[in-house]
């Protein structure tokens, strides 16, 4: 990867573990093999209909951290074959998303619409050769003789006369029908047992505004035909695709040996990600988008890769998961919580360590000289010796978790109630609770503790016994006011695509918790996106890439601090 495209604090990507698609290629590149002599060259061919989400990461992992492991070349190539849904802003994020996780192509991008041009001659070859035929059944009767298992399909169009397709396909060229007038359909197969190779369509008419093409064109190429031509007319030698393409093999196969191309890719199959407690279907994402279920394409909640991005996930987290996943032809879900221990991972060793009330409660030391204050010099990070110490003040007025004091303490309760143990202020203090204060209504409103000066640093002179908990604070009078997002996965079931489920009804109504009246340490009144953080005691946080802005803080929750992923 380029300087100029490295993530800021990220590491470089790992080098891919050999796996079965590497024993392919190395048979490929041996003396006698395919591609001996050559250098290994992939691709990695979004369609720009939707923004990437975690799945296209591990292809992504794959068809990069390939190329990169046997010194070879990938192309970034937008699949806009289909200008339905597709849109520059889609391009665009592809783009820099792909740039987050640690990649880049060089000058190596290209669109499929590139190349429609010659994708047109090709077909126009076909019918001339006598492998296409322009087709006139309707989607109807299309579906009614397609045949089964024990029934061949039918076209009565199969047999047109070579010069009259051609004369139709120029002029569905021209725009002279409707769409779903007419097909161009490869003459392959109507009786063979992949339903693939029963002359697939490889043109349709769709008059529609194209993002680049505008409308130059009113037929498009089927993604089998224009994937394969794609391939070839760009070098490729492995065209690494996930599982449902392998049935679509023997048509890539067919077009490349039937089309007069440059070169003869060779497609290798490899199994999607699929995660529970998610959905990774674009259509569907898209939908949760179109009708507000949520805030938009980068909602924390969402598994696209900017979703990610602005909950607090890191190119590094994401990249481990993708390589400790493996690769292989067997499908699996894997546990979100896995990629939560991932990012646990990483951040537990980058993040700086601060502390945030996001529940607060006042607490006075009643003892405390009034107007008196001091500061604290706190390591940021454990881990990371390196990343030095900062100061936190200290006065008579704090503010702790409200779930850090109950008046009547339940059983094995060790943090503060009136009569109970001394607890530790972290870093500070020990203190004692000798009451509250509660309001007109009866609500509590202050707690009231007594200090030890001599433990400055949370150790008593004498050397007792703490039996109390530590609690962590800030400063009440140079605390800064934030809100606190607390996000939990999207779907309260763990497969919401299976089966007949609307996965619409299987969205977990508590997703989204937000506390506006949090109060975090002075150090971070200025930070900025994409900072992470670890909030003691509560989990690791970040700064908010949308909304957080000077004098408005707003912090997302990554991860919690506890695991729940079991090995």
């Not at 990629?339 to 646990?344: D, K, M, N, P, Q």
């Amino acid at each position: 990867m380029t300087e100029e495209h490295k993530t800021p604090g990220a590491a470089e990507p790992p080098v891919m573990a050999q796996n079965f698609i590497h024993d392919f290629i190395d048979e490929d590149i041996a003396q006698g093999g395919q591609f001996q002599g050559m250098a290994v060259h992939t691709r990695f061919p979004p369609e720009p209909n939707g923004y990437l989400h975690i799945g296209h990461a591990k292809a992504i992992f794959i068809d990069f951290g390939t190329a990169e492991k046997y010194g070879g070349l990938c192309n970034l190539r937008m699949d806009d074959t289909n200008p339905t849904k597709e849109d520059v802003e889609y391009v665009e994020a592809i783009q820099e998303d792909i740039h987050w996780l640690g990649y880049d192509w060089g000058d190596r991008f290209f669109y499929a619409s590139d190349y429609f041009e010659q994708m047109y001659e090709y077909a126009v070859e076909l019918i001339k050769k006598g492998l296409a035929y322009v087709c006139a059944l309707t989607p109807e009767e299309f579906r009614e003789y397609r045949g089964d298992v024990n029934t061949p399909a039918r076209s009565p169009w199969r047999d047109r006369p070579v010069e009259e397709s051609l004369d139709l396909f120029a002029r569905m060229k021209a725009g002279e029908f409707p769409n779903g007038k007419y097909t161009l359909r490869a003459k392959i197969d109507l009786g063979s047992g992949n339903f693939n190779m029963r002359d697939p369509v490889l043109y349709r008419i769709n008059h529609m505004h194209h993002h680049r093409q505008g409308d130059k064109w009113c037929i498009y190429p089927m993604y089998d035909f224009a994937h394969p031509l794609e391939d070839a007319l760009e070098g490729i030698t492995h065209s690494l695709c996930s599982l449902e393409f392998e049935d679509h093999r023997p048509l890539y196969d067919w077009v490349i040996a039937n089309c007069p191309v440059p070169s003869h890719p060779r497609q290798i199959e490899f199994a999607r990600l699929g995660i529970n407690y998610t959905v990774m279907s674009k259509r569907k994402l898209r939908q949760l988008v179109e009708e507000g279920k949520v805030s938009g394409w980068d909602d924390p909640r969402m598994p696209t890769l900017c979703g990610l991005r602005r909950r607090g996930y890191t190119p590094r987290a994401i990249r481990n998961f993708s390589e400790r996943n493996g690769v292989s032809k067997a499908s699996s879900t894997v546990e979100f919580a896995f990629l939560e221990h991932c990012l646990r991972e990483d951040l537990n060793e980058t993040a700086q360590r601060v502390m945030a009330v996001l529940r607060p409660v006042k607490l006075t030391i009643t003892n405390y000289p009034e107007g008196q204050s001091e500061s604290f010099q706190v390591e940021n990070n454990p881990n990371r010796p390196e990343d030095g110490t900062r100061e936190v003040t200290f006065s008579r007025e704090l503010y702790i978790e409200a779930e850090d004091f109950l008046e009547t303490p339940v059983p094995k309760y060790k943090r503060l109630f009136p009569g109970g143990p001394e607890c530790r202020l972290k870093g500070a203090y020990l203190i004692k609770c000798v009451g509250c204060v509660k309001d007109a209504d009866g609500r509590m409103t202050e707690v009231l503790c007594e200090y030890d000066p001599d433990s400055r640093g949370g150790d008593p002179a004498d050397g007792r016994k703490v039996k109390g908990a530590t609690i962590h604070w800030v400063d009440a009078a140079t605390a800064v006011d934030a809100e606190i997002r607390l996000y939990d996965n999207l779907f309260s079931d763990a497969d919401p695509d299976a089966g007949e489920k609307n996965f619409l009804d299987c969205l977990n109504p508590a997703s989204l918790e937000i506390l506006t009246g949090a109060k975090v340490e002075r150090s971070l009144e200025h930070v900025q996106a994409p900072g992470s953080f670890q909030f003691m005691r509560q989990g690791y946080f970040c700064v908010d890439n949308r909304d957080s802005a000077p004098g408005r803080l707003v912090f997302n929750r990554s991860v919690s601090l506890k695991d729940s992923f079991k090995f």
